[in-house]
């Protein structure tokens, strides 16, 4: 029983919620077009987020807009968030973002998958999917599921995403 | 900044993996029969759960076991789990389990509902969401999903659970 304790405590020990052992600036895609120029878009997984920032990515998509203390707490408690960026000199520029949640074990949920619409038509969302997707898998993470709006259901579906597998539906429970 | 960087720690440091505020045994359901007698049904939310005895509880439901590691870690990171149970002296006898994922701020996702079959009939399925759905709004969680298999659809229908609420659809990503 000690063994045993010892060596989940240790399983468990490999996964925190504070650390990502991927958080380093990454290439995304070179040469988008932009303001009569071409910028190279990169990506990370650094939770240390501007959220002032990513509120205003957000606003460009409509997003109806949530208290920054929230938002906080749920990246912070998210498995893997991951952001798409350009630079220029050293500052960079948040122009998509995404998030999982997940047990650390078996399944991950997305959530809040965002690109600005400027940047939108260079498959900028589907290598963001595709990033997110290769983190979640090298957790050993083998359910991947998300609640798709009726507009990206094709989007997801061209990624390898499948709706209502077996007749399994997805349910919301919201306050009345 | 640093007094922002103090009120968003002094929020996330509420919610710990490790505690839960609510974990002693609560008097779920009187007098279910069983074995020619009646027994009363208990919950509580204590994550240390023997897992034999939770694989046991799977098997009687059919399910594909999972690695007792892997289990371990998704309890461990679950916000909530719930546990059934009837007390003969003072041996607690597990029949009933659910847990949620969640990024502590948002959203939450129900995995893992199971009733023994030899209590199934007694509404202890729907008192068990109940108190899972209870828990979840007490942690000022809005948007509570699954993702129902056919035959339990009209099961959360009833507690109150909307499917693909304005075309919006669950998908699922496996590894190929």
């Known amino acids: ?7 989940f405590n240790n399983l468990v020990s ?24 071409v910028i190279n878009i990169h990506f990370n997984t650094d939770k240390q987020i501007n959220l002032s920032e990513l509120e205003k990515l957000c606003d460009t998509v409509g997003w109806v807009r949530r208290p920054l203390p929230k938002v906080y707490i749920a990246i912070k408690y998210s498995i893997v968030v991951i952001s798409l960026f ?9 122009i998509g973002f995404a998030r999982a949640t997940s047990d650390y074990a ?12 400027d940047f939108q038509g ?21 359910t991947i599921t998300l609640f798709a709006d009726p507009h990206v259901i094709s989007f997801y579906h061209n990624l390898g995403f499948i709706s209502n597998p077996d007749g399994v539906k997805g349910m919301f429970w919201y306050p009345r």
């Open 1 to 7: 029983m000690i063994f045993w304790k010892f060596f």
């Open 14 to 37: 490999q996964h925190s919620f504070n650390k990502h052992s991927e958080s380093k600036d990454q290439l995304l895609i070179r040469n988008i077009p932009y303001k009569n120029t």
């Open 86 to 94: 350009y630079k220029i000199n050293l500052t960079k520029n948040l």
């Open 106 to 117: 078996f399944n991950a949920t997305i959530w809040d998958v965002v690109v600005h619409p």
């Open 122 to 142: 260079y498959g900028l969302g589907s290598a963001l999917m595709h990033q997110l997707v290769r983190i979640l898998r090298n957790q050993d993470i083998n």
